[in-house]
């Protein structure tokens, strides 16, 4: 599928060589010359954001890609782009539980479950996903 002329919006477009390694095309309507900048595979921001959170929180990159479903390159890429330090050295353990309801409210009605830990609560089905971890102070 060719590209639309972005001067005059036609679809009568040929490749006409190459700039900087990009594919050039030609409207055959206006003659204008162009380039299209690759797209790439789109992330919603809000994954993003929710993998830079993790991170913060002390989270491994490969846990990261395991809880949220986004290679561990790109969430590193993401992290050296926004330049975020590290901001525990320890290595943090995480854990996953899958549980029911009323197992989910126990569980979070007690504080020690609760001190100095990491939780995110994801609905899986009839049950949720429990995934903990400890905050090293």
Known sequence: MSPKC???SATEVVKNGKVHLRQ????KDCRY???VSKLGKQIDPYYMTKALQLYLEGLSLRDIEKIVGISHVTISS???KHNI??????KV???YRVLRHQELLEYL???QNLKNRGIIVSELGERYI????EHPI
Do not use: D
């Open 33 to 35: 010359h162009f380039t």
């Open 93 to 95: 353990h995480t854990s």
């Open 24 to 27: 050039r095309y030609l409207c």
């Open 6 to 8: 972005p001067r005059c």
């Open 130 to 133: 429990l995934i903990t971890w």
């Open 78 to 80: 993401w992290v050296k």
């Open 109 to 111: 009605g007690e504080k």
């Open 85 to 90: 330090p590290r901001l525990f050295k320890e």
